[in-house]
């Protein structure tokens, strides 16, 4: 019998359902967010599974002649929101922002179809050319020298906004002087002290400024733009992506894509090196301006096991530091090292666990024998929702939810979670 929590996990996400899109959370963020939309669908698909192609089938909607599919998808009015579509000035149909978010969707697409019918094999053939296009984006125009190694341009791009991996860097922009007022949502909605800093937000902004003023030439903004980072989660995401699209390509048939696919992952598996710190004990992000590697490991770092990347050594390191991390919280994965300075346990992603990171993670740890491991992430994550509601993130030392309330992507992996692996719950 399903718990009052797995209950209102369903109503979460067919009350955030706006028609064919959902939105991550009622007044936070009242747009279609990419990854957002993604892990929702595996939610959708444990009760409605043409409601979850819907989901990710939208995300095209806005994929740009390029390829890219942007982080939002602006699709009503809200003058309320901040900052919307006129401060990005994408010139696009419907609005959209101006850069990505971490390619999700091709893994969800590949697991549908293996967990589905004639129906899911359909939809997932007719998505395939704009799945590859967008792939195609990231390993073009956010690798444009063909190293392996994708950059993001902006911290919102990597999903993990205000990460101590973008200290250093952020720093280093000089904050425009004609950014004008502005009035954020987030602070109105939820506690100032979980979300990033005023000064923060500033440099969010010239960093937008910037593209917003050159249209968006991505390679510009590569070759000159204030902020270009390699992002563990976006490079583990891709490489992991380029996987399940491979798999989706021989499905299909599709000889040349596969061909072109191969070689993307080729790259990669050499790129990701650039990755390692000795130091931190594991993949971190590097600045690809200064070459610079961030000073400790994150939840990103843990994605390696998902992405299938790292020599066995490295994989042994990451796990010794996993297991080191686990006894110093009540629950797992915090959002970064809590052995470092930098933590703070409450203040989005600069300590808090996310639960569709905590899917991700699990997942790899799996793949690579480590149940015990992925069990705990797991059963951490259901414990935190049953403790304190369907919230954006939790603290790791309490399971306190923080953030925005009946968030989608939270009830999302919980329903996924149960489905698949409820043995895991106890």
């Not at 293996?114 to 704009?130: I, S, V, Y």
Request: net charge negative; with cysteine; proline share 6%.
């Amino acid at each position: 019998m399903a718990s009052e929590r797995d209950s209102q996990a369903v109503e979460i996400l067919r009350g955030n359902d706006r028609g064919g899109y959902t939105v991550p959370t009622a007044r936070l963020y009242p747009f279609q967010w990419n990854w957002d939309s993604a892990f929702a669908a595996l939610g959708f698909a444990t009760f409605d599974r043409d409601r979850a192609w819907r989901e990710i089938e939208g995300l095209f909607d806005g994929q740009w002649e390029d390829g890219m599919v942007p982080h939002i998808i602006f699709r009503k009015v809200d003058p309320e929101y901040f900052p919307g579509p006129g401060v990005w000035g994408s010139t696009t149909e419907p609005p959209t922002s101006g850069h990505s978010q971490p390619p999700v969707v091709a893994s969800v697409a590949r697991w549908l179809v293996e967990t589905g019918g004639r129906d899911d094999e359909r939809r997932a053939h007719a998505m395939f050319p704009k799945l590859l296009a967008w792939h195609q984006w990231w390993h073009r125009d956010r690798d444009p020298d063909g190293t392996g190694l994708v950059g993001i341009i902006h911290p919102w791009e990597s999903g993990r906004d205000n990460c101590p991996d973008w200290d250093a860097a952020m720093q280093r922009i000089a904050i425009a002087d004609d950014l004008g007022a502005y009035r954020r949502r987030d602070t109105d909605v939820a506690d100032a002290a979980t979300r990033p800093t005023s000064e923060t937000y500033d440099r969010y902004l010239t960093i937008v400024k910037f593209g917003r003023e050159c249209e968006w030439d991505h390679e510009r903004i590569a070759r000159e733009g204030p902020f270009f980072m390699a992002d563990p989660c976006v490079q583990f995401v891709l490489m992991r992506a380029d996987h399940d699209l491979m798999a989706l390509a021989e499905r299909f048939g599709d000889d040349p894509a596969r061909r072109r696919i191969s070689d993307w992952i080729t790259l990669s598996d050499e790129g990701v090196q650039a990755l390692w710190s000795d130091a931190a004990g594991g993949f971190v992000a590097r600045d690809l301006r200064t070459g610079d590697l961030s000073p400790a490991i994150s939840n990103a770092s843990m994605l390696a096991f998902y992405a299938n990347a790292g020599t066995p050594g490295q994989r042994d390191e990451i796990v010794r530091q996993a297991r080191d991390i686990f006894d110093r919280c009540r629950y797992v994965f915090p959002s970064w090292d809590p052995r470092h300075d930098g933590f703070e346990q409450r203040r989005y992603w600069r300590g808090p666990v996310w639960s569709v990171m905590n899917w991700m993670i699990a997942a790899g740890f799996d793949a690579h024998g480590h149940a015990d491991l992925a069990k705990r992430v797991r059963r951490d994550t259901l414990a935190m929702v049953r403790q304190s509601g369907f919230f954006e993130y939790f603290d790791p030392l309490t399971g306190e939810g923080l953030g925005g309330s009946d968030f989608t992507w939270t009830a999302a992996v919980h329903l996924a979670l149960l489905s698949e692996y409820a043995g895991d719950a106890g």
